[in-house]
């Protein structure tokens, strides 16, 4: 600063000294004088303004350091907390990496039990084409009709229990004899144990009847015939179970 106010000064006494009428001799030193100062002073100003600007810099420069110094100052709440949002972070990774596990092999299941349940549509809708076209021809067959009858002699009538049918392997009926049915069958009534549409083919029609506390299985073997009614007649006859079969074009033959 001693030195800009030194060359400050100078150039106001050059200055002053141009402004009177001076000689040619004083002309020429004036100029000498100017131009040194003039020169002193281009020299002096690019300085000054390093110096400010080195003034200017060290401020941010420190300031600079010491944020970087205390951003994160070792043990603070700050690191304490990104180290538990980083463990946490951490365990729901390894939570999902668990869950993917379980979720793929549950997918696997779930696509097995697609499969499963496509396999078992088709084999239903397979089931029901075959039941339509068995009902559709069943529709279309002539009417066949399936009669069973039980009758017994009038010595063996009042011997009889208890008389169970079946056809083609299911259970028909099952009854225990009254006294009112059994003096019907001593007068040579016959009951009809079973009525019903079939398929004109061979029937397995059994029946079991308690005769004298003792029970007697006779099994018979008859096929129905077409647009026709088919009768199988079971009879005790002096203590032993009958049977006797025919068909009629007519509903009731009697």
Known sequence: MRRTSRITACHGAAISRVA???????KSGMKREALIALTALGMALPALGAQDTTRAQRPVTSDTTRRITTAAPAG?????????ESQRRANIARVLLITNAQVAVQQEALRNLSDQLYVSEQLVGATHGQLSLAAEALHKQPSTMLSVLFAADSLSAARLGTLALSI??????????SDTA??????????????GAVLPTPHTIVLTATVNGQ????????????D???YVQFAVQEGKLVQTAWA???????
């Open 20 to 26: 009177w009428n001076p000689s040619h001799r004083e």
């Open 76 to 84: 603070t709440p700050l690191e304490q907390l990104v180290a538990e």
């Open 168 to 177: 083609d392997g299911a259970n028909t009926t099952s009854m225990s004899l």
């Open 182 to 195: 059994r003096t019907a069958f001593r007068v040579g009534a016959a009951n009809e144990l079973f009525r």
């Open 215 to 226: 029970a007697q299985q006779l099994v018979a073997r008859v096929r129905a015939l077409g």
């Open 228 to 230: 026709a009614v088919t």
């Open 248 to 254: 009629s074009r007519t509903p009731n033959p009697f």
